[in-house]
């Protein structure tokens, strides 16, 4: 039972796409996109606003008690809800959204219902109306009382009681600043304005029609109005250059997407450093460096590779851990073990190598790509060496103690000679050679100058 | 030196405007929708859709893949979106009282198909009239994807539990 704190809406949800005890998928989803597609699949869009309303007050409110009764997990299922119509809701992996319903949950995916006095949300019991009818709320009935004139909080006091009521703007459990409290617009100066300036710069990076905000002063300017009016087009919101509540948090969850990745980068780039050997056999219940190279690997192919789980870098081999592996085992034609032998992972190794370094021309926007996943040394040619040289030359135009290097993708002794430089001022071990840690140095560096300084490749 | 990397810069620019044209999009503005007509729209992604997917080759049709019978076909745009496709829909009345004697919704099938990807595959997509449906097609990159070469396919083909 959660204590006497105002319930977090969650960052996401694990579904199970099956009744508890099949065999199924679980898949795991931001919280807005869940309500989103279960509104999608419950009810017809048609429906009038306040109709539509009150279904996504119960479908949240559903899937919140759920997550804080913990009614699945404590019963030792690795899953918050199923997809099963007959004791949950209807969840249909992959489908289309409609616009409007969209809308609707971006307003108010931080909203839940409470009965009485409790804090926690409630359990909103609903069905159809038609071919069942139960003590809760009736979905078509839900239709009627909207063309007769009912608010949202009237049509679920008159299934569920006087003593309904509904927590508005409930705290969202993230990283990072909640929404002011109130839209920011035009003229408007402040921290906040600076957060979005920031925010939609970085997402401006992977998404290159949104425009750069040219000085990130925290104040709503026009050029911040014209970011953030694009955001808008491109994510589905109304366009109004204004960041509302359902803009902020949207902003909020793209950027910290696009971090989270960066961030999964650097940390796979020190625990490459750490380059034990591979022991042969791990598997539920290990711990260790191991565990997290594992782990570290496995994340970054759940990001190519969607229809793999994520999973926490927290060196233990857990559950999760037997599952993505599983996954991962099932997906690459592997023996589905859930234990990682060599061959598998060999095969994590060479999928992750291919998957990083075929990544498309400028999926890393101006930024540099991420390490190769190889040392580079001197007699090398291709493609990575190229970007070495591309890094390290774009750093030698900004610091005089650096030479300039021409980019030949031929790894000579001017390149390692030009490695040497950098490792020798940015106080790392000396080699000549490019290992995780060289590469990221540079790659932050080179990301710096470009997004800081206004440095260009070329 | 100098005049080579002019012509350089020109044949860039002539490929730029090309592509441009590719990829035109109809304007968003008027949601105003054909009667008897739902709207669909897509958006192409990656890596969990922190990347949009420019220049991808959406094509709405109806029957099998093999045999498809093309209904419309478009591109995406460098946010990975495409326009407005309008589709015919049952009349909106169907859906918004019960007892209907057929789905109120009409169903399509969608193909995204983009150079290094994975083609993805969404059938029954529901289609309803004066409704915009928006369709995410989060593709994964070939190099990512092993021996498994084939489209993938999701089923939308749920019936409303209404």
């Given at each position: 039972m959660p204590q006497a704190i105002l319930p977090e809406i969650p960052q996401s949800i694990t579904v199970h796409l099956g009744a508890p005890d099949r065999a199924a998928r679980n898949v795991t989803v931001p919280f807005a996109e869940y309500v989103k597609n279960v509104a999608s699949s419950e009810i017809y869009p048609t429906w009038p606003e306040n109709a539509l309303i009150a279904n996504i007050n119960v479908i949240t409110s559903f899937a919140l008690n759920r997550i804080f009764t913990e009614y699945y997990r404590s019963r030792g299922y690795d899953f918050d809800i199923t997809s099963s119509t007959a004791i949950?809701?209807?969840?249909?992996?992959?489908?289309?959204?409609?616009?409007?319903?969209?809308?609707?949950?971006?307003?108010?995916?931080?909203?839940?219902?409470?009965?009485?006095?409790?804090?926690?949300?409630?359990?909103?019991?609903?069905?159809?109306?038609?071919?069942?009818?139960?003590?809760?709320?009736?979905?078509?009935?839900?239709?009627?009382?909207?063309?007769?004139?009912?608010?949202?909080?009237?049509?679920?006091?008159?299934?569920?009681?006087?003593?309904?009521?509904?927590?508005?703007?409930?705290?969202?459990?993230?990283?990072?600043?909640?929404?002011?409290?109130?839209?920011?617009?035009?003229?408007?100066?402040?921290?906040?304005?600076?957060?979005?300036?920031?925010?939609?710069?970085?997402?401006?990076?992977?998404?290159?029609?949104?425009?750069?905000?040219?000085?990130?002063?925290?104040?709503?300017?026009?050029?911040?109005?014209?970011?953030?009016?694009?955001?808008?087009?491109?994510?589905?919101?109304?366009?109004?250059?204004?960041?509302?509540?359902?803009?902020?948090?949207?902003?909020?969850?793209?950027?910290?997407?696009?971090?989270?990745?960066?961030?999964?980068?650097?940390?796979?780039?020190?625990?490459?450093?750490?380059?034990?050997?591979?022991?042969?056999?791990?598997?539920?219940?290990?711990?260790?460096?191991?565990?997290?190279?594992?782990?570290?690997?496995?994340?970054?192919?759940?990001?190519?590779?969607?229809?793999?789980?994520?999973?926490?870098?927290?060196g233990v081999f857990d559950d999760a851990t037997v599952s993505a592996v599983r996954a991962f085992q099932e997906y690459y034609g592997l023996a589905v073990t859930g234990v990682v032998n060599a061959g598998t992972w060999g095969t994590i190794k060479r999928i992750y190598i291919e998957s990083v370094s075929a990544l498309p021309e400028g999926y890393s926007g101006n930024l540099a790509k991420i390490y190769p996943g190889y040392f580079l040394t001197e007699g090398q040619s291709g493609q990575n060496v190229r970007d070495l040289q591309t890094y390290l030359s774009t750093i030698g135009r900004f610091y005089g103690e650096l030479p300039v290097l021409p980019v030949t993708g031929y790894f000579g002794s001017q390149t390692r000679e030009a490695v040497e430089r950098f490792q020798t001022l940015f106080g790392i071990e000396v080699t000549g050679a490019v290992g995780p840690i060289t590469w990221y140095s540079i790659a932050r560096e080179y990301d710096f100058l470009v997004t800081t300084e206004g440095a260009t490749p070329e | 030196?100098?005049?080579?990397?002019?012509?350089?810069?020109?044949?860039?620019?002539?490929?730029?405007?090309?592509?441009m044209y590719k990829t035109v999009k109809p304007p968003v503005e008027e949601k105003t929708i054909p009667q008897a007509s739902g709207g669909l729209t897509v958006n192409a992604t990656t890596l969990r859709k922190l990347y949009p997917v420019p220049s991808a080759t959406v094509t709405v049709f109806k029957g099998d893949y093999d045999n498809m019978e093309i209904i419309d076909r478009g591109y995406t745009d460098d946010s990975g979106q495409t326009g407005i496709f309008y589709l015919e829909a049952p009349d909106r009345a169907l859906s918004e009282s019960a007892g209907a004697q057929q789905p109120p919704y009409a169903s399509y099938n969608i193909s995204v198909k983009a150079d290094g990807f994975i083609e993805q595959i969404n059938l029954n997509v529901p289609i309803f009239s004066g409704v915009i449906s928006v369709q995410s097609a989060d593709l994964i990159p070939i190099s990512a994807a092993g021996k498994n070469r084939a489209p993938r396919v999701f089923d939308e083909g749920q019936k409303y539990n209404l």
């Open positions: 949950d809701q209807a969840f249909v992996e992959g489908r289309d959204i409609f616009e409007n319903i969209s809308s609707l949950v971006d307003e108010r995916f931080n909203d839940y219902v409470v009965k009485g006095d409790g804090i926690e949300p409630y359990f909103t019991q609903f069905c159809n109306g038609t071919t069942s009818t139960c003590a809760g709320f009736s979905q078509w009935g839900s239709v009627d009382l909207a063309n007769a004139g009912l608010t949202p909080l009237e049509i679920l006091r008159n299934y569920y009681g006087e003593d309904i009521n509904i927590v508005y703007d409930a705290p969202v459990a993230q990283e990072g600043e909640s929404y002011p409290g109130f839209p920011l617009v035009l003229g408007d100066r402040g921290n906040a304005v600076k957060i979005v300036q920031t925010e939609l710069n970085r997402i401006s990076k992977n998404y290159p029609a949104i425009p750069q905000i040219v000085r990130e002063d925290g104040i709503f300017g026009l050029d911040t109005q014209a970011a953030v009016r694009k955001f808008q087009e491109i994510f589905s919101l109304t366009p109004n250059g204004e960041v509302d509540k359902a803009t902020w948090y949207k902003i909020k969850r793209y950027y910290t997407g696009v971090k989270s990745l960066s961030d999964l980068f650097s940390e796979g780039i020190t625990l490459e450093e750490t380059e034990v050997p591979f022991p042969q056999r791990l598997a539920q219940g290990d711990t260790g460096a191991e565990v997290r190279n594992l782990q570290y690997y496995l994340s970054v192919m759940a990001y190519f590779n969607p229809s793999l789980p994520e999973l926490q870098i927290n | 030196m100098g005049d080579i990397m002019n012509e350089k810069t020109a044949e860039e620019y002539a490929k730029e405007l090309i592509e």
